[in-house]
């Protein structure tokens, strides 16, 4: 469930959660924003159970029961694990995300095997199309290589037999957020003793749908592409009128090995792509 506060949409569960430890046994998981609230009902659960031991139960079972419930909730209330946010802001766009530049995809599978296949985003502008391109070499330290760590997350889920959703997000789990959590949790870790650090990442999610006809070029490319091999990463400009796709001389293709496809029933459910639902009718 998600709040609104101003123009920013917040998920409770950030706020609060209900985790299973080890044991499975349940366990609360507050911000440390609602630390205080949290104290005073521990408190007031207290004093129920002072009060509580001058009601006189006529049964003995209903005291024990009685006494045995407010320490099991006590408990659970005062075992919350306490947390604080750490941000990490990754890469982001320096242009409209609501452009309508973004005008279909390009597959492209060479007739000689010795030259990798290549896809990409198409635009209308060559402007555009640098912004984007500069924003995902961004994502990837500005290397052209990209086939062993995956900096640069691609996937294609299939919605339904007419469309077909592109997702392409900076990797959340990259070296340099890791070492970025790692060296925050050593610095804040006598500030916030005994609590614990929540990871929130800061980036961009591009999702876009497209026709999945029959004849279209995705079945081909998914079809003739032999999975976890070389291919390349590129942006291209496309002529409306023409259909017409063109390359970019300035632009160098990013070589990766990395690409998800999945129909949407398979999406894990921890998954971006699962968290980022396009608007599409099924």
């Not at 985790?19 to 205080?36: D, F, T």
């Not at 492209?108 to 209308?124: D, E, R, V």
Request: proline share 5%; with cysteine.
């Amino acid at each position: 469930m998600k709040i609104k506060v101003g123009e920013w949409k917040i998920n409770l569960r950030s706020l609060i959660d209900l985790k299973l430890n080890k044991y499975y046994v349940p366990n609360l998981h507050v911000h440390e924003k609602l630390e205080k609230p949290l104290r005073f009902i521990i408190w007031g659960l207290t004093v129920v159970g002072i009060l509580g031991s001058l009601v006189v139960f006529e049964e003995w079972y209903w005291s024990l029961a009685f006494s045995i419930g407010l320490t099991s909730v006590t408990l659970f209330f005062d075992k919350s694990a306490i947390q604080y946010s750490t941000i990490l802001v990754t890469p982001l766009p320096n242009f409209d995300l609501h452009s309508d530049e973004w005008n279909g995809m390009a597959y492209m599978l060479p007739t000689q095997p010795q030259y990798p296949p290549i896809m990409g985003p198409t635009f209308k502008s060559k402007d555009f199309a640098l912004k984007f391109y500069q924003l995902l070499r961004s994502w990837n330290y500005d290397e052209i290589d990209d086939r062993e760590d995956n900096n640069i997350k691609i996937s294609i889920v299939v919605e339904n037999n007419q469309g077909y959703s592109i997702y392409l997000y900076p990797n959340p789990d990259r070296k340099t957020v890791i070492n970025f959590f790692e060296k925050s949790k050593r610095i804040q870790a006598f500030e916030k003793k005994c609590k614990r650090q929540q990871e929130l990442v800061t980036m961009v999610i591009f999702c876009r749908i497209f026709p999945f006809g029959v004849n279209s070029n995705i079945r081909k490319f998914v079809k003739l592409y032999k999975w976890g091999t070389p291919f390349g990463l590129s942006v291209f400009l496309r002529d409306e009128e023409t259909n017409e796709i063109s390359f970019i001389e300035e632009v160098e293709t990013i070589r990766k090995c990395h690409l998800r496809y999945m129909e949407r029933k398979y999406v894990p459910d921890n998954s971006i792509e699962n968290m980022h639902k396009p608007n599409i009718s099924r």
